[in-house]
């Protein structure tokens, strides 16, 4: 069984760019978590659906974040424009369900120059 | 709000050593914790997944203990090997909430 998978792995971009990441999560899995993780600490939840819908986004930075789960499979997440503090790892994980055992993807690496 | 610290912040022992990572969180109205290895430049493997009403899971060299009551979760790693090296991190849902991460233990095994 295929695990999270994310891309891209790496992305470089100038500031002020828009950029995009997708993530494919387990087959069957309801819940799916975006997470940001900056060098030497833990991830940091930004956004949390339970199939379609987003059932916790209160830690993602409206202004210039967005992301959809369009049909509750694939999601995108999408910064517009970019800063150079957005530089970090960005994790996808899914879980059957809200709570339950959690699945990584590899991140993308994002460097905002 | 759920709060997660991990104990030590780095380690680094020689090879063949047992060895304890400690994790605590402040709210203990939890219903499982989970422990995630992560190696440089990757993401998350989960390691062990430990139901509140269990006390303790075990897999391979890895034991990891649940105390809900004290706030507390160590992982035990026996024999310690060098592909062990990597950061290990513990997380914890709560009842409406989402995976709370501590910030780490980052271990060296020496060969």
């Known amino acids: 069984e295929a695990g999270v998978v994310q891309s891209p792995r790496y992305k470089i971009i100038e500031k002020k760019q828009p950029v995009a990441f997708w993530c494919n999560p387990i087959?069957?899995?309801?819940?799916l978590y975006w997470y940001l993780q900056n060098l030497g600490q833990g991830p940091e939840l930004l956004i949390r659906?339970?199939?379609?819908?987003?059932?916790?986004d209160s830690q993602l930075p409206k202004d210039r974040f967005s992301a959809e789960r369009l049909k509750g499979v694939d999601s995108t997440l999408k910064i517009q424009p970019a800063e150079l503090g957005d530089s970090a790892v960005y994790l996808c994980?899914?879980?059957?369900?809200?709570?339950?055992?959690?699945?990584f993807g590899q991140g993308t690496r994002l460097t905002v120059v | 709000k759920q709060e997660v610290t991990q104990i030590p912040a780095a380690l680094s022992v020689p090879e063949g050593e047992n060895l304890v990572l400690n994790c605590s969180f402040t709210?203990?109205?939890?219903?499982?914790l989970q422990w995630f290895r992560q190696d440089p430049g990757k993401g998350l493997t989960s390691l062990l997944l430990?139901?509140?009403?269990?006390r303790e899971q075990t897999s391979g060299r890895l034991n990891a203990s649940l105390d809900k009551s004290s706030g507390r979760s160590t992982l035990y790693i026996a024999a310690s090997q060098p592909g062990d090296s990597a950061t290990y991190l513990c997380?914890?849902?709560?009842?409406?909430?989402?995976?709370?991460f501590g910030p780490g233990t980052r271990l060296s095994v020496l060969p």
């Open positions: 430990i139901q509140s009403s269990q």
């Open positions: 659906y339970e199939n379609e819908e987003a059932v916790d």
């Open positions: 087959s069957g899995h309801n819940t």
């Open positions: 709210d203990s109205a939890i219903y499982n």
């Open positions: 997380a914890v849902p709560n009842y409406g909430q989402n995976f709370v």
């Open positions: 994980a899914s879980s059957q369900r809200q709570g339950l055992e959690a699945f």
